[in-house]
């Protein structure tokens, strides 16, 4: 019997009413200092990278994983990949990153257990789009607490002021 998505992409080889404004660089929910090494220009998803695939964005082993965030196929199809190449490996960094971003909404950091271990990632994440909104992202996640808990959650992230969000911000989801 074929692994459900969620289990295969386990497997891996090394395993924002308030409005949102475009303010200052992304930043990540993350641990502000990752058990390994990376460098502050590739966090995170570099660093994930160098963990899976040792940071080789085209790499095609032929062990059913490809891409530097060894995507397992039907995760990559599943999480709108094809819009991009057919398979991770023939998709660009940027392009990767992007459909590991929607994995990282559907499966959160589990979706790479032991990089995401490694550099100490965990929990559902959303990462802030152009014309995203605190209370929307609430809404979406259906986030007790709305926009204020939201925001006390990731304050450290957006600063003081919860009208200023960063696109690409990466902002914690509390467990459902």
Do not use: F, M
């Given at each position: 019997m074929a692994p459900t998505p969620a289990q295969a992409q386990t497997q891996t080889r090394a395993q924002t009413q308030t409005r949102a404004q475009v303010a200052t660089a992304p930043r990540t929910a993350a641990a502000?200092?990752?058990?390994?090494?990376?460098?502050?220009?590739?966090w995170p998803w570099g660093c994930v990278a160098e963990c899976e695939s040792s940071g080789r964005w085209h790499v095609n082993t032929g062990n059913g994983f490809y891409g530097g965030l060894q995507f397992?196929?039907?995760?990559?199809?599943?999480?709108?990949?094809?819009?991009?190449?057919?398979?991770?490996?023939?998709?660009?960094r940027?392009?990767?990153?992007?459909?590991?971003?929607?994995?990282?909404?559907?499966?959160?950091?589990?979706?790479?257990?032991?990089?995401?271990?490694?550099?100490?990632?965990?929990?559902r994440v959303h990462t802030v789009q152009p014309g995203d909104t605190l209370s929307s992202i609430?809404?979406?996640f259906g986030i007790k607490g709305g926009w204020q808990a939201l925001y006390t959650a990731n304050r450290?992230?957006?600063?003081?002021?919860?009208?200023?969000v960063a696109v690409g911000t990466m902002l914690?989801?509390?467990p459902l």
């Open positions: 502000s200092v990752p058990a390994y090494a990376c460098a502050k220009d590739q397992w196929q039907p995760t990559w199809v599943e999480h709108g990949g094809l819009a991009y190449a057919p398979r991770a490996d023939l998709a660009t940027a392009q990767q990153i992007k459909v590991a971003e929607e994995v990282l909404r559907t499966q959160g950091w589990g979706a790479w257990p032991v990089c995401s271990k490694r550099y100490g990632l965990s929990g609430a809404r979406r450290s992230l957006i600063g003081a002021d919860p009208n200023r914690r989801i509390a």
